[in-house]
Structures are given as structure tokens and as C-alpha cells.
T-cell receptor
Framework: KQEVTQIPAALSVPEGENLVLNCSFTDSAIYNLQWFRQDPGKGLTSLLL?????REQTSGRLNASLDKSSGRSTLYIAASQPGDSATYLCAVPYGGSQGNLIFGKGTKLSVKP | DAGVIQSPRHEVTEMGQEVTLRCKPISGHNSLFWYRQTMMRGLELLIYFNNNVPIDDSGMPEDRFSAKMPNASFSTLKIQPSEPRDSAVYFC????????????FGPGTRLTVT
């Protein structure tokens, strides 16, 4: 059974700091991995999707890496800003499917001005 | 594109009442997903459709829950009868499976059953 774990559960950093969020999964036979952002009381916003054949994806100040063999992904945020404060979730499809996502519990990020 | 549209955004109902949640996926997407989010259990998949056909409903908690997708642009999630433990945020998402598979989420429906 696929399990997704995110550590830490919460993180507080000063503005301008570079930071790394971690995601691990137990079954390496994944089709892809997706990172989302969720603001309080809002829906999920897709940040990055990494296909199983890729090692990383970049979007602006965000860089996500994927190491299937070790069952890990990281989301790197450069030069953090207060507007980055949100909960970040990672998700992988399970059961050999392309769509059924199983989510981690998320990392709640707070960037202090 | 307007993104995934869900209605209502908030629903408060009494135990025993029927609740219907609605979703309009992104035009052109072939798959639609219903998720539920609670503090205790996080985000859980309830059911997903591909080309309007239910593919996996193993996450539907009980027979009180049912979902339909009569056409490519509309889906409903119905709870009958509702119970207080059904209180949660229900999200609908859509994607184009086979082409990237990135899922896009709607704003959610916050359901409170008293």
C-alpha cells in the first residue's frame, strides 16, 4: 500500500531564506509526482508535476526533484517571501494508475517578514 | 478557461437531509475526481471517472454516498442521508489522463452537517 509522508509538518523561516520541503513515498512504482499549494480555506493549486522519467522540474523560484529509487522528492523554494506562506502537499498516483492521487498530510510553511 | 467550478461553496444542512454537490470540470479534460478533506484524515480520493465512466469508487465510504457523471461537463456527488461525520471540504478535480495527467482542483464545497 502506497504511503506518502511529508516532513516537517510545519516550518517557520525568516523572509529571504532558501528552504527545502521533503516528501517520501513507500512504493517507487509511480507514474508521476505532483506538488500542490493550499492557502487557508482555499482549494489546491498545482505547482509542479514531475513525470517518472524526469529528475526535476523548475518554475520560477520553485524547483522540485524526484528520486524514484529512494522514494523521495524535495521542493526547493528560493528566496522565500511572506506570500509563500501556505500548506504544501505532495501526491503520487497509486495502484499503478495515472490518476488516483494519494496525498501526504502537508507541510505548513510560514515565512516571517 | 474558468478552471474547475464547484457549487455550492458552502452547505449547512441537518442530519438526515440529502446533500448534492456539483462540479463542472475543465473543458476538454477526460477525467474527474472527487476528494474529501478533513483535519483527521487529510485528503482522500472518493471516486474517479474517466470518459464519464466510474473507474474506481473504492474510496466511497458508504452506500449513502453516490456520484454520477451524466456528461463530460457535469458531475454530482450525493449524500443521502447526511450525517455529522460527513462534515468536511469536498473537492472536485479534473485532468487529461494520457497527456501529462496534471490534476486541477476546484475551490471546494465546505459541508457542515448539524
Amino acid at each position: 500500500k502506497q504511503e506518502v509522508t511529508q516532513i516537517p509538518a510545519a516550518l517557520s523561516v525568516p523572509e529571504g531564506e532558501n528552504l527545502v520541503l521533503n516528501c517520501s513515498f513507500t512504493d517507487s512504482a509511480i507514474y508521476n509526482l505532483q506538488w500542490f499549494r493550499q492557502d487557508p480555506g482555499k482549494g489546491l493549486t498545482s505547482l509542479l508535476l514531475i513525470q517518472s522519467s524526469q529528475r526535476e522540474q523548475t518554475s520560477g523560484r520553485l524547483n522540485a526533484s524526484l528520486d524514484k529509487s529512494s522514494g523521495r522528492s524535495t521542493l526547493y523554494i528560493a528566496a522565500s517571501q511572506p506570500g509563500d506562506s501556505a500548506t504544501y502537499l505532495c501526491a503520487v498516483p497509486y495502484g499503478g494508475s495515472q490518476g488516483n492521487l494519494i496525498f501526504g498530510k502537508g507541510t505548513k510553511l510560514s515565512v516571517k517578514p | 478557461d474558468a478552471g474547475v467550478i464547484q457549487s455550492p461553496r458552502h452547505e449547512v444542512t441537518e442530519m438526515g437531509q440529502e446533500v448534492t454537490l456539483r462540479c463542472k470540470p475543465i473543458s476538454g479534460h477526460n477525467s474527474l475526481f472527487w476528494y474529501r478533506q478533513t483535519m483527521m484524515r487529510g485528503l482522500e480520493l472518493l471516486i474517479y471517472f474517466n470518459n464519464n465512466v466510474p473507474i474506481d469508487d473504492s474510496g466511497m465510504p458508504e452506500d449513502r454516498f453516490s456520484a454520477k457523471m451524466p456528461n463530460a461537463s457535469f458531475s454530482t456527488l450525493k449524500i443521502q442521508p447526511s450525517e455529522p461525520r460527513d462534515s468536511a471540504v469536498y473537492f472536485c478535480a479534473s485532468s487529461q489522463l494520457g497527456q501529462g495527467n496534471e490534476q486541477y482542483f476546484g475551490p471546494g464545497t465546505r459541508l457542515t452537517v448539524t
